[in-house]
């Protein structure tokens, strides 16, 4: 069976040298340790320990081989999209991780897909650097963060970067990052990943509903990662207010009805929220995410679509129909 796995990330092996003109302290860097480990350096604090599965395309392979994975979309960890470092540093750091991805696509054309990142920071030096991510390294996409610096991704300053998105049919997808809440969790910080990632990709989602976001740009693919978030969640309340309030019902269209426009991966730990997601947003808009290879991923994720008996042509739609329709590719 062919499955394409659309939320993935890498990490590069290593990192331009931070510019002598770049003034902060988040340039990230690797420190590489024993048994294929390395330290994510956020300048000269300790991020995050991965290992090689990160940047080793043969090992990743493998792991793709023993889960009966076609195609693994990458795209970077979402740190790295540096929204907080000045834009055109940030765009330097843009190039060098395109770049890489670029390589792992050019070099197994038949194993790997990409989605790069731009500089959102400054949304009209994003947008000049949009054409690029097709034409210069040949990816399907852009990884976006669910806000920019607190800004929803739905703010109007962004229209520019989603107008050339469009024009150059790339796909947009929306991952956590950085999100609202943590100051209200209680316990372990590792709950942050639990917890406030699907609420802020639901805020995001929400604001691209009341934000008229496909309304400005109808072509444009979006999609968002965890499920979409807490947006199932709460779907159902906005639409009662849509269909009771004038100042919702006439500022933007139904949001069930946009929400289903919309792509989500099907990172839901639940076969019964899984199919929840499916009747909520369409069969059709649904395809794999693992989050591969980080801990608070999927495992297996494509298997977790087996409890809810699915016909062949449902099964064949979300393992690979619809990623082939949010990225305009076919394997």
């Given at each position: 069976m062919k499955t394409i796995d659309v939320h993935c990330h890498i990490v590069p092996a290593d990192f331009p040298a931070q510019p002598p003109s770049c003034v902060t302290d988040k340039w990230p860097g690797m420190e590489h340790r024993e048994n294929t480990q390395a330290m994510i350096k956020s300048g000269k604090s300790d991020f995050r320990l991965v290992d090689s599965r990160c940047w080793d395309m043969d090992r990743r392979i493998g792991d793709m081989d023993a889960e009966g994975t076609l195609l693994q979309v990458v795209s970077p960890m979402p740190e790295l999209l540096a929204y907080w470092i000045d834009a055109p540093h940030a765009l330097g750091l843009s190039r060098h991780i395109n770049g890489v991805i670029s390589d792992m696509v050019t070099k197994h054309p038949t194993r790997f897909g990409g989605l790069g990142m731009v500089p959102l920071q400054d949304p009209e030096l994003a947008a000049k650097e949009v054409s690029s991510l097709r034409s210069t390294y040949n990816l399907s996409g852009i990884e976006i963060g669910s806000n920019i610096l607190g800004k929803s991704p739905a703010d109007p300053s962004f229209d520019v970067f989603y107008a050339?998105?469009?024009k150059n049919d790339l796909a947009i997808f929306v991952h956590a990052l950085h999100p609202i809440g943590t100051n209200r969790l209680v316990g372990p910080e590792q709950s942050e990943a639990y917890i406030c990632h699907p609420s802020d990709v639901g805020f995001a989602a929400a604001g691209c509903i009341t934000g008229r976001l496909l309304e400005k740009f109808p072509k444009?693919?979006?999609g968002f990662s965890?499920?979409?978030g807490t947006l199932s969640a709460f779907l159902p309340r906005l639409q009662s207010g849509w269909t009771k309030l004038p100042p919702l019902?006439?500022?933007?269209?139904?949001?069930i009805e946009t929400a289903r426009k919309f792509y989500y991966d099907n990172?839901?730990?639940d076969p019964v929220l899984l199919r929840y997601l499916m009747d909520?947003?369409?069969e059709t808009q649904i395809f794999v995410g693992s989050d591969y290879p980080f801990m608070a991923g999927q495992k297996d994720s494509a298997k977790t679509f087996d409890p809810l008996g699915l016909t062949p042509a449902q099964l064949n739609r979300v393992l690979y129909e619809n990623a082939e329709r949010f990225l305009n590719i076919k394997i």
């Open positions: 050339e998105a469009e444009l693919r979006i965890h499920g979409g019902n006439k500022g933007f269209a139904s949001p990172l839901a730990f909520m947003f369409g």
